[in-house]
């Protein structure tokens, strides 16, 4: 069964502080993705990456960056944290040769940023 | 930019009725469109798509059309169940230099016995 893991459930952080949000896939997917679900905003793409150390950016990408230095594994930071990233954060994967809706979520990150 | 426009929710309804999330989007090519579900604590599954016009997807019981002449892709099930309660997202593939997809806001449905 296709798995896609992220480090954390629930996450609580202070303004200011530096913040890892971890995602691991284990089905070998090539395209791996951030997402943040907003009330009344559906889900955003933040980052986005194709290979190993690629990556291109979504239609949010302030505030955040990424580092992809193991295929399995995608990693959002929030360099200095501020209260309007509080949010859900989804992580997906897919194969390269999929159609682009065939992703894969994880269960997702709450981060509350106080 | 491509964008996609769900009816607001909740939606609520008795187990065994009808329903019908309206779905629609403005693109400027030829898009793929889906829907997704996102059952409480987990994350988003592809329930079913649609490549081109006139295509219906299928699943679980649920269905939705790619309507290319009211650019509409309204999911519908015959009877909903109880264990149908989540949320269902509408959303399209645009091409931007890469693949990506482009989501609506979300509908709940809560359905109850």
Known sequence: DVKVTQSSRYLVKRTGEKVFLECVQ?????????????????????????????KEKGDIPEGYSVSR?????????LESASTNQTSMYLCASRARDREVGEQYFGPGTRLTVT | ?????????????????????????????????????????????????ATKADDKGSNKGFEATYRKETTSFHLEKGSVQVSDSAVYFCALSEYTGFQKLVFGTGTRLLVSP
């Open chain 2, 1 to 49: 930019g491509d964008s996609v426009t769900q009816m607001e929710g909740p939606v609520t309804l008795s187990e065994e009725a009808f329903l019908t999330i309206n779905c629609t989007y403005t693109a400027t090519g030829y898009p793929s469109l889906f829907w997704y579900v996102q059952y409480p604590g987990e994350g988003l599954q592809l329930l079913l798509k």
């Open chain 1, 26 to 54: 284990d089905m070998d997917h090539e395209n791996m993705f951030w997402y943040r679900q907003d009330p009344g905003l559906g889900l955003r793409l933040i980052y986005f990456s194709y290979d190993v150390k690629m």
């Open chain 1, 69 to 77: 230095e193991k295929k399995e594994r995608f990693s959002l930071i």
